[in-house]
């Protein structure tokens, strides 16, 4: 480590005590950019490194609500509004009972550098609560969401902050939120994206993440002459990114032959067809059921408490979580032939694992560079929202695309002016970070 790195790093971990995963964030990212300040000492001047790890703001608030017996209950609410140097904050809801202030904020964090990959405006951001929408009625996720949205409203707005969905928040969980903020505020704004498509969401934007994810992959792949077609693929999750991750890995010509939640994992080896895809969607989005039920469905193996990576395969989708490959489960996919890894969770693998893949020579596509498709269609349904239009599916899906390939081609050129061609964690993190740098520098000392 530099030293300017590791005193900045050091001060991270004594000022925010008991925030690992928040550490965990900015120990990767900082670690990719000691070359950076090497060749630019302008940044250490302009304390560039101690500003962008102190969030721009935080507000934490109590989330009263009433539930179907009657009885009141509360959780807490947050959003961390981490940098606005390019644009509006942006960056998901996360609904989950493990959510704290350290995972918000590394997951904030991240999200600065991934909206800056995009190429589109957009800061960073990211916000939730540890309610658990699992086994709630619909009519207690919409009190709670209201509950959230009466708080959250003075700080959101289509030109101020702009969330989205993650684990927990999907489509039903944001049309509540922004019926509330509309209520509220009496004004018609994408405020929020991951919209039904009935009151200005996008085409494409639920597939965005998975779809994106796969394009980076592929992307990955031409640079060994590689491609998708037959490929045997790994996917952690059964939520959204998992969904339409493995739809366009299907629609390439790859066979997909692992799913999972938080309780197990199931293992097809013929591959999950359109049609038991097709099951997915509605055991998760409808019945909100677990993924147990396909393996009784389809007669296919359950592993109870399993995860995907013990199963051969030769590209992993870790679509879960963060934190969800450790270093051993990394050795097991490398001596199992895995040659691609494309993360579209956030921080899905450790920074051990990171390096046994980078060590192996693994094509690996950090979070920030690979799930930018979902944020990026965001931007595009933002875009649409401001213009009053609504673009076709293979107008957002092209979009999409191209916005992919220009992340992979973007994470590929840095990797290479740093001397460390296909190393895309480095290339990501010095694309993504020099912009947001230098507008920092640009508007002065805030
Ligand atoms: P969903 O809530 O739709 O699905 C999450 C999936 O991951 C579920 O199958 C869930 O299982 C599983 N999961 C969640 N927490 C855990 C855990 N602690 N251990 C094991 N499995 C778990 O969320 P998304 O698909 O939207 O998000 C998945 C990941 O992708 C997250 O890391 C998110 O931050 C990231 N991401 C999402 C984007 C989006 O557009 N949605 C954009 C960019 C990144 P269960 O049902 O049992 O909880």
């Not at 490929?231 to 952690?236: D, I, R």
């Not at 931007?379 to 957002?396: D, H, I, K, P, Y």
């Amino acid at each position: 480590m530099s030293k300017y790195v590791e005193r900045v790093y050091n001060h991270v971990i004594e000022k925010n005590p008991a925030q690992p995963d928040f550490h965990q964030a900015v120990k990767e990212v900082l670690d990719s950019l000691m070359p950076v300040f090497e060749k630019e000492p302008r940044f250490e001047k302009y304390k560039i490194l101690e500003r962008i790890t102190e969030p721009e703001r935080i507000v934490i608030f109590r989330v009263p609500w009433v539930d179907d017996n009657g009885e009141i209950q509360v959780n807490r609410g947050m959003r961390v509004q981490f940098n606005s140097a390019i644009g509006p904050y942006k960056g998901g809801l996360r609904f989950h009972p493990s959510v704290n202030l350290g995972i918000i904020k590394f997951l904030g964090f991240e999200q600065i550098f991934k909206n800056s990959l995009t190429g589109l405006s957009m800061g960073g951001a990211k916000g939730g609560s540890d309610f658990d929408p699992k086994g709630k009625s619909d009519n207690e996720v919409m009190r709670f969401c209201q509950s959230l949205m009466t708080e959250l409203f003075k700080y959101v707005g289509g030109r101020v902050d702009v969330p989205a969905g993650d684990i927990g928040v999907g489509a039903r969980e944001i049309g509540y939120l922004f019926g509330t903020w509309k209520k509220i505020t009496q004004r018609f704004e994408p405020v929020l994206t991951g919209k039904s498509l009935e009151y200005g969401g996008s085409l494409i934007r639920p597939e965005a993440t998975g779809y994106g994810s796969v394009y980076f992959a592929q992307e990955m792949l031409k640079t060994r002459n590689e491609d998708l077609k037959g490929k045997v693929c790994l996917v952690s999750g059964s939520g959204n990114v998992a969904q339409y991750t493995t739809e366009k890995c299907i629609d390439l010509g790859a066979k997909v032959v692992t799913l999972s939640d938080s309780s197990g994992m199931v293992h097809d080896p013929d591959g999950v067809t359109k049609e038991k895809l097709e099951f997915v969607f509605e055991l998760k989005n409808v019945k909100r059921g677990r993924i147990k039920e396909y393996a009784e469905k389809f007669g296919v193996e359950y592993y109870p408490d399993g995860q995907p990576w013990t199963i051969p395969g030769e590209i992993a989708f870790p679509s879960a979580t963060q934190n969800e490959i450790n270093n051993d489960e990394a050795k097991v996919l490398v001596d199992n032939g895995v040659i691609a890894v494309s993360e579209g969770a956030n921080m899905p693998s450790t920074i051990e694992a990171i390096d046994v893949f980078l060590e192996n020579k693994v094509l690996f596509g950090p979070g920030k560079a690979a799930n930018a498709g979902g944020v990026s269609t965001s931007g595009l349904e933002m875009a649409q929202n401001f213009g009053f239009e609504s673009w076709n599916r293979e107008t957002v899906d092209d979009r999409l695309h191209k916005i992919m390939i220009n992340i992979h081609k973007m994470a590929y050129d840095a990797s290479k002016d740093y001397d460390d061609p296909g190393n895309y964690v480095l290339g990501a993190n010095i694309a993504g970070f020099k912009k947001v740098a230098n507008a920092m520098i640009l508007q002065g000392h805030w």
